[in-house]
C-alpha cells in the first residue's frame, strides 16, 4: 500500500525566504506526482504536476522535482511571500493503470511579513 | 470549464436524515473522486469511478454512505441515515492522464 509522507508538518518563515517542502512516497511504481495548495476552508489548487519521466515542472516562484528511485520529492518556494501561507499537499496516484490519489497529510506553511 | 462543481458548499441537518452530495466533474476526464477530509484524518478517499463505473469503494466506512455516477457530467454520494461522527468536508475531484482536479468541497455538519 502506498503511503505518503510530508515534512515537515509545518514551517513558519519571514517573508522573502527561500523554502524547501518534502516528500516522500513507499513505492516508486508512480504515474505521476501531484503538488496541491490547500487555504483554509477551501478545496484543493493544483500547483504542479511532474510525469513519472520528468524530474521537475517549474511555475513561477514554485519548482518541484522528483526522484522516483529514491521515492521522494520537493516542493522549492523562492522569495516566499505572506500569500503563500497555506497547506501544501502532494499526491502520488499508482502506475497500475487506475488513478486513485495517496495524499500526504500535508506541510503547513506560514510566512509573515 | 468552470472546474468541478460541488453543491451545496454548506449542509446542516439532524442525525439521521439523509444527505445527498452533488457533482459536475470537468467535461472530458474519466475518473471521478469522492474524498472525505478531516482534521483527525486528513484527505481520505472514499470511492472513485473510471467512465461511470465504481472501480474501488472500499473507502466507504458503512454501508450509510453510497455513490452514484449515472453519466459521465454527475455523481451522488448518499449518506443514510447520517450521524455526528460524519462531520467532515467531502470533496469531489475528477482526473484525465493523472491530473486531479478538486471542486470547492461540501462542509458537512450532522447535529
Known amino acids: 500500500k502506498q503511503e505518503v509522507t510530508q515534512i515537515p508538518a509545518a514551517l513558519s518563515v519571514p517573508e522573502g525566504e527561500n523554502l524547501v517542502l518534502n516528500c516522500s512516497f513507499t513505492?516508486?511504481?508512480?504515474?505521476?506526482l501531484q503538488w496541491f495548495r490547500q487555504d483554509p476552508g477551501k478545496g484543493l489548487t493544483s500547483l504542479l504536476l511532474?510525469?513519472?519521466?520528468?524530474r521537475e515542472q517549474t511555475s513561477g516562484r514554485l519548482n518541484a522535482s522528483l526522484d522516483k528511485s529514491s521515492g521522494r520529492s520537493t516542493l522549492y518556494i523562492a522569495a516566499s511571500q505572506p500569500g503563500d501561507s497555506a497547506t501544501y499537499l502532494c499526491?502520488?496516484?499508482?502506475?497500475?493503470?487506475?488513478?486513485?490519489?495517496?495524499f500526504g497529510k500535508g506541510t503547513m506553511l506560514l510566512v509573515s511579513p | 470549464d468552470a472546474g468541478v462543481i460541488q453543491s451545496p458548499r454548506h449542509e446542516v441537518t439532524e442525525m439521521g436524515q439523509e444527505v445527498t452530495l452533488r457533482c459536475k466533474p470537468i467535461s472530458g476526464h474519466d475518473y471521478l473522486f469522492w474524498y472525505r477530509q478531516t482534521m483527525m484524518r486528513g484527505l481520505e478517499l472514499l470511492i472513485y469511478?473510471?467512465?461511470?463505473?465504481?472501480?474501488?469503494d472500499s473507502g466507504m466506512p458503512e454501508d450509510r454512505f453510497s455513490a452514484k455516477m449515472p453519466n459521465a457530467s454527475f455523481s451522488t454520494l448518499k449518506i443514510q441515515p447520517s450521524e455526528p461522527r460524519d462531520s467532515a468536508v467531502y470533496f469531489c475531484?475528477?482526473?484525465?492522464?493523472?491530473?486531479?482536479?478538486f471542486g470547492q468541497g461540501t462542509r458537512l455538519t450532522v447535529v
Open positions: 513505492d516508486s511504481a508512480i504515474y505521476n
Open positions: 475531484a475528477s482526473s484525465f492522464e493523472g491530473e486531479a482536479f
Open positions: 499526491a502520488v496516484p499508482m502506475n497500475s493503470g487506475y488513478s486513485t490519489l495517496t
Open positions: 511532474i510525469q513519472s519521466s520528468q
Open positions: 469511478f473510471n467512465n461511470n463505473v465504481p472501480i474501488d
